[in-house]
């Protein structure tokens, strides 16, 4: 079971940036899927979960109304849509999918990690 998240890189502050989430194994597609991040020096936070069909979505405030997460079920996907990004996002991201099917915030609710993108954002 593995989860590949891709799609970091070095942009400028402003610019945007989708990070993708493949899963690989099994399907996720009855588990809630999240996105955290960890910074250097920093405990890893949440930035955004997604519920198992989608219809439930959940935003740590800092992200709030500048990312959007996304599921493609079908192609067992998991999106993360970062638009105005700020030199404060600069962190490696990780994906992740949950015991249940909800947009869980805690990061004790989730049981599979993939390994991780770097986002770099310069000012």
């Known amino acids: 079971v593995q989860l590949q998240a891709s799609g970091g890189g070095l942009v400028q502050a402003g610019g945007s940036l989708r990070l993708s989430c493949a899963a690989s194994?099994?399907?996720?597609?009855?588990?809630?899927m999240g996105w955290f991040r960890q910074a250097p020096g920093k405990e890893r936070e949440f930035v955004a979960a997604?519920?198992?069909?989608?219809?439930?979505?959940n935003y740590a405030d800092s992200v709030k109304g500048r990312f959007t997460i996304s599921r493609d079920n079908a192609q067992n996907t998991v999106y993360l849509q970062m638009n105005n990004l700020k030199p404060e996002d600069t962190a490696v991201y990780y994906c992740?999918?949950?015991?249940?099917?909800?947009?869980?915030?805690?990061?004790?609710?989730?049981?599979?990690w993939g390994q991780g993108t770097l986002v770099t954002v310069s000012s």
């Open positions: 992740a999918a949950a015991r249940r099917p909800i947009a869980t915030r805690l990061l004790s609710e989730y049981n599979y």
């Open positions: 997604i519920s198992w069909r989608g219809s439930s979505t």
């Open positions: 194994g099994r399907t996720f597609s009855n588990n809630g």
